[in-house]
């Protein structure tokens, strides 16, 4: 069977190959982000315009943030499902540092970002040490961070931010650039650096092909794992200040779901939920993709429980055509 | 003559894959009642003819005829029920399902209300093992069953649906001595049955002992049948490779110049291994043979901190060392290769390069610790052309290579760390001969640089050809040190089954 494959592929890496590039993951992501655009710019008057892409872009940037995290996670074979409460919490943590201790901007943004990390360390040491399933160490943390907002907050939304901090949620770069669309493509930068040019970035990419081989090969296995629930942990608190510099307030509810969204990001991005295989670039897509398709039917009218629907089905279309056509 | 009747005939088939034929035209046949072998290197295309049989392929032209008569097989299922079966390498018993659950997989027998008929699938089964004259326990899971149980177990399973043709493959990569005993024993019983086999072995004694004519592949092509009774090993080993191999194993040095102690290992246990206690010289190859089971792979992972012990006292160069994993192991120039390249060597899903990169990325950090690549790339383009690793580049997915192709991915791995003792874990299972020669000749090279090596083998001949030194474990113990210039096979399996020094 060797030699077959070997000759194999280096059939396949003669030329450029249209039909064998479509068949990626992330291009078939690209494709549909593409028809759904000219979708909707033929069928609604709004989805073209000037406003509604930075409104697009506002909206994505929260979800593609958390799916940055979740890349990582996932990446590893791992999955973490705390990300929409650890963000509530620490969202409604820095607003109460700044309107309750009267904490500047800063430094309550960075005590929420550690709050963020300390969590995802948390997350980290119970699924890398004790190995207990990822699943069930962030389905507790889901619990945990959701109540400690509730705790926190008396269950009531904390308002009353100053002009600065709402300025990350909704100001604009020179003018154009949406703010948390900056911060976005910050964070994407700081990923696609870890995971294609650190080493760190390559054991994780191995870790979810093959833990014990990682392991044997002198890596510390555990810290990488610890590692990228920090990461999650740290993305959820970068998602949680944008959304609560939005709202201009702390709601101990929000992004009840989100976790899911993220999860869909990555995985209509084309990483493998098994870990192993990915790229961010996809998440970046996976992320727009669902933007873009929940604002394009938002405009076309169609109401939220018919798109919780459609969403539904097109992940699961998604992810049974690409890995049909990986297979052939 | 009963023995001439055909079973089954293999007319011109061929089958191509994108780019490339993997069968070019084999025709021969399979006479009933007879056991044949199948023998081919890596990537003859055994494997791809015997998924053709079993159903998981279909051949792109040519014809299988099942007792004279023409078969379609569009998959397993329908190829088991025209009564072809295959024992794969590894098993596809489910582990928590009892043997009987297992056998009875996919057609269980239901009383007329619709539930499970347990009694009478509990009957037939018994029956089978009766026929197989095995006794094992049929109400475990199988996942508590011995490797070889669990082999009897899916042998069983063909057998219950009254298989004509049984192909075994490689079934004694995981077996003891007394179990490979028990497994002929089963296969000349079946034979009697009038079962017909098909067995595909890298182990040319074991052909030589069972199998009553053989079939070789060569590069997608057919070499020859032959009457066992006709050849010999070499004839074998010739047509595999298509030349003679006089000795795969390069010599081993008359005398150690220098007497330099490397590595010594004072004190080792823990729950599978008691009192370990060995040295290793600097550019000496010590083999350690056993039984499966012995506690050999517990020794070495015991020893680089993979697996916790009891008692580790472990000295390099004289200095005592402190080792709890792997790291550490690494960090003290000790590095494993292990036994499963699979499951613990290679991520298979990824490229050659990033396989052998993994444990020097350290070493190629450039600014910001950012990953130096066109460094790396240089590191692994030298070992790729050092070790003739076959591919078209790095950019490969090990997971296409062949067995000797990736065992060698395994090797640059360890041999870009400057590790000065190599543990080899099995290191030619599943490949074929001329990588193995290449792989025998490269241990041997590098502990004549000054490398030292332990060696784990379950062939004998491997143990022989390549120690200097052998140590001998039964039942997590080392029972003996003999000579690797006066060890022979009696001796080593005089103390491998548990004898006492004379």
Not at chain 1, 82 to 108: D, E, R
Not at chain 1, 264 to 274: E, Q, W
Not at chain 2, 331 to 339: D, Q, R, V
């Amino acid at each position: 069977m060797n030699d077959v494959n070997v000759q194999k592929l280096s059939y396949q890496t003669k030329g450029f190959n249209v039909k064998e590039t479509f068949k990626t993951p992330e291009m078939l992501t690209l494709l549909g982000f593409f028809v759904l655009c000219a979708f909707f710019s033929f069928s609604t008057a709004q989805f073209l315009t000037g406003e509604n892409i930075s409104n697009i872009v506002r909206q994505v940037s929260i979800n593609g943030i958390l799916a940055v995290g979740m890349t990582f996670v996932i990446l590893t074979g791992g999955i973490d499902l705390s990300v929409g409460s650890v963000m509530a919490f620490t969202g409604t943590i820095m607003v109460g540092l700044m309107i309750n201790m009267g904490m500047p901007p800063i430094a309550a943004v960075l005590l929420g970002i550690v709050l963020g990390a300390v969590l995802g360390y948390i997350n980290g040491l119970f699924i890398a040490h004790a190995r207990i399933p990822a699943i069930i160490v962030t389905l507790a943390m889901m619990e945990v961070a959701r109540g400690a907002a509730l705790l926190y907050t008396g269950g009531y939304p904390l308002s009353g931010v100053s002009k600065s901090y709402a300025f990350i949620g909704r100001g604009y770069l020179f003018g154009v650039i949406p703010m948390p669309a900056v911060i976005m493509i910050l964070v994407f930068i700081a990923a696609y650096i870890i995971l294609n040019h650190l080493p760190i970035g390559r054991y994780i990419y191995a870790i979810g092909g093959n833990e014990e081989a990682v392991r044997l090969s002198g890596v510390k296995v555990k810290k990488i794992k610890i590692f990228v629930y920090l990461v999650s942990g740290i993305t959820a608190a970068i998602s949680g200040l944008i959304m609560t510099s939005r709202l201009s307030s702390g709601q101990p509810m929000a992004g009840e779901g989100y976790e899911l969204d993220a999860i869909a990001a990555v995985v209509l991005g084309g990483t493998s939920i098994s870990g192993g295989r990915g790229h961010i670039f996809g998440t970046i897509l996976g992320a727009l993709l669902l933007g873009v398709l929940s604002n394009g039917l938002n405009l076309m009218g169609v109401s939220p429980y018919v798109q919780r629907v459609l969403k539904g089905a097109i992940i699961v279309a998604a992810i049974y055509y690409s890995s049909f056509r990986q297979k052939d | 003559m009963i023995a001439m009747d055909k079973v089954l005939e293999i007319v011109n088939i061929t089958k191509e894959f994108p780019g490339v034929k993997a069968l070019k035209g084999v025709s021969f046949d399979i006479r009933r009642g007879e056991v044949h072998a199948l023998v081919g290197e890596n990537g003859a295309g055994k494997s791809t003819l015997m998924k053709i049989l079993s159903g998981v392929y279909t051949p792109t032209t040519g014809e299988i005829r099942l007792d004279g008569k023409e078969v379609i097989f569009q998959d397993p299922k329908q190829a088991q029920q025209l009564g072809v079966s295959i024992i794969h390498q590894e098993f596809s018993l489910i582990p928590y399902l009892s043997g009987v659950d297992n056998i009875f997989l996919g057609r269980e027998k239901r009383k007329s209300n619709g539930l499970l008929d347990r009694r009478k699938m509990r009957k037939e089964a018994e029956e089978v093992m009766k026929r197989l004259n095995a006794d094992i326990d049929l109400n475990k899971p199988v996942a508590h069953l011995s490797v070889a149980n669990q082999q009897f177990i899916e042998i069983a399973k063909a057998i219950a649906i009254d298989t004509k043709v049984l192909i075994f493959d490689e079934p004694t990569a995981s077996l003891t001595g007394k179990e490979i005993d028990k497994l002929f024993e089963l296969i000349e019983k079946l034979k009697a049955d009038g079962v017909t086999i098909i067995y595909i072995s890298h182990h040319l004694d074991e052909i030589l002992k069972m199998c009553d004519r053989m079939t070789c592949l060569r590069d997608g092509e057919w070499v020859g049948t032959r009457e066992i009774k006709n050849v010999t090993k070499q004839d074998i080993v010739k047509m595999m490779v298509g030349r003679e191999i006089v000795n795969a194993f390069p010599d081993k040095p008359s005398h150690h110049g220098k007497e330099e102690m490397l590595l010594e290992v004072k004190k080792l246990s823990n729950k599978s291994i008691t009192d370990i206690q060995f040295s290793l010289k600097k550019g000496e190859i010590i083999g350690i043979a056993g039984l499966v089971g012995s506690g050999r792979t517990e020794t070495v992972r015991a020893l680089i901190g993979a697996d916790p012990a009891k008692e580790r006292e472990v000295y390099i160069n004289q200095k005592k060392v402190d080792i709890k994993n792997p790291t550490d192991a690494l960090a003290h120039g000790i590095a494993l290769i292990p036994e499963s390249r699979k499951t613990q060597g290679l991520v298979l899903n990824m490229t050659i390069k990033n396989n052998i990169s993994l444990p020097i990325l350290k070493d190629l950090k450039g600014f910001f610790g950012v990953i130096n690549k066109e460094k790396e790339d240089s590191v692994i383009n030298q070992s790729i052309k050092d070790l003739l690793i076959k591919t078209p580049s790095s950019k490969q997915m090990v997971k296409n290579l062949s067995g000797g192709n990736q065992q060698k991915v395994v090797l640059a791995k360890w041999l870009n760390t400057d590790c000065k003792i190599l543990i080899f874990d099995e290191p030619t299972r599943g490949i074929d001969i001329g990588a193995k020669e290449e792989i025998y000749k490269l241990m041997r090279s590098l502990a004549d640089k000054g490398l030292s090596i332990i060696m784990i083998s379950s062939e004998l001949p491997e143990i022989l050809g390549m120690s200097d030194r052998v140590l001998v474990m039964h039942k997590g113990k080392i029972k003996a040190e003999i000579d690797g210039r006066i060890a022979d096979s009696e001796k080593v399996m005089h103390y491998a089954t548990g004898g006492v020094s004379e």
